[in-house]
């Protein structure tokens, strides 16, 4: 069974940074694309469609961002540890969001919740103005 387990989250002043960390675990596929979502507190709670992907990174490290975090945010993967970061950088209030790890058996990469089939609990970020 495949298991994602974010941590790294908490309150930052705005112009902070954080860095999440996902360990995937149980994965047994050849293929692996992931991905960072987040979902605005606005947001329908637990709504599946309304995850922003925030950036991914595919099976070769091809990666894809958000323009709106683009530049300040870097998504990255160890892979002798399964694990996948995602460093924050100059915060703003509204990056302010519960970030959501996500996996896929697929050598390409969308940045959708639908392309998705794993999914971890989630992390809150919130940054204060």
């Known amino acids: 069974q495949v298991q994602l387990v974010e941590s790294g989250g908490g309150s930052v002043q705005a112009g902070g940074s954080l860095t999440l960390s996902c360990v995937i675990s149980?994965?047994?596929?050849?293929?692996?694309?992931m991905g960072w979502f987040r979902q605005a507190p606005e947001k329908e709670r637990g709504a599946f469609a309304e995850?922003?992907?925030?950036?991914?990174?595919?099976?070769?490290?091809?990666?894809n961002y958000a323009d709106s975090v683009k530049g300040r945010f870097t998504i990255s993967q160890d892979d002798a540890q399964n694990t996948l970061y995602l460093q924050m950088n100059n915060l703003k209030p509204e990056d302010t969001a519960v970030y959501y790890c996500?996996?896929?058996?697929?050598?390409?990469?969308?940045?959708?919740?639908?392309?998705?089939?794993?999914w971890g609990q989630g992390t809150q970020v919130t940054v204060a103005s």
């Open positions: 995850r922003e992907g925030v950036a991914g990174i595919d099976s070769k490290g091809t990666t």
């Open positions: 996500a996996a896929e058996s697929s050598t390409y990469l969308l940045l959708t919740p639908e392309f998705f089939s794993y």
């Open positions: 149980g994965f047994t596929g050849r293929e692996l694309s």
